[in-house]
């Protein structure tokens, strides 16, 4: 069982300057969902309400088999860091053109859920497109190294 569900859209909009892992707090019919692979990162964010960072945006589909205690889709979800991770990513994220993102996904060892963020900086048009070129000659070196 190897839960890995990824942001790729994240990684393609934004430099990401700093990675923290994350303990996020769920309800029971949630880590069920998202042991069976139901989530999606695409369009979360992170901010802070009242001295505590949640991830908000982020998409856990309703557990099949769950009741009428089942959750709600897209609810805020609190993010499980130490004090002073949360005091350096505050100073961070309030300055201009900082964003906390979430990248990763996962189940540990441990079988919790954790969620990797990152400190990020929005990326221009023209750093895109050479995200682009880089991956499309990638892309063109693989296909060359099977022949």
């Known amino acids: 069982m190897n839960i890995n569900i ?18 996020v707090q ?9 042991r069976e692979g139901k989530a999606n990162l695409n369009d ?3 901010s802070f309400f009242n001295d505590h ?6 998409h856990i589909a309703e557990y099949s088999h769950g009741s009428f205690y089942n959750h709600e889709a897209k609810r805020d979800r609190a993010l499980l860091l130490t004090k002073k991770e949360l005091k350096k990513l505050r100073e961070k994220g309030e300055e ?12 540990s060892e441990r079988g919790f859920a954790k969620l990797e963020i990152g400190l990020a900086q929005g990326k221009k048009t023209f750093d895109k497109r050479d995200s682009i070129k880089e991956r499309e000659s990638k892309i063109e070196l693989d296909r060359a190294m099977k022949r």
């Open 53 to 58: 960072l949640y991830v908000r945006n982020m």
């Open 26 to 34: 769920l309800l029971g019919t949630e880590i069920k969902s998202i």
């Open 96 to 107: 201009k053109g900082y964003t906390i993102v979430p990248l990763h996904l996962f189940i």
């Open 6 to 23: 990824k942001n790729k859209k994240a990684y393609f909009e934004y430099h990401i300057l700093d990675k923290y892992t994350a303990g």
């Open 44 to 46: 979360a964010f992170c």
